[in-house]
């Protein structure tokens, strides 16, 4: 059985902070697009991903 991340978010650089959302977030990481484009939440498990025509490696 496969479980779907429960929030799926396009991003336009390979580095986002994640503190869950709402008041009843978790404390805020910041997580960097591995080379897939992609990178999971190890907090909440949003799936962060590239948006079409972004740039790999931009973001600061």
């Known amino acids: 059985m496969v479980i779907e991340p429960p ?3 396009e991003v336009e650089t390979t ?3 994640c503190d869950g959302g709402g008041a009843l977030g ?6 960097s697009l591995g ?3 992609r990178v ?3 907090y909440c498990d949003r799936l ?3 948006k079409a ?3 790999h490696g931009g973001g600061h």
Not at 26 to 31: A, E, G, M, T, W
């Open 35 to 37: 080379p897939d484009g």
């Open 7 to 9: 929030e799926t978010i």
């Open 26 to 31: 978790h404390p805020r990481v910041y997580l």
């Open 40 to 42: 999971e939440c190890p």
């Open 53 to 55: 025509g972004a740039k």
């Open 48 to 50: 962060y991903v590239l």
């Open 15 to 17: 580095r986002v902070a």
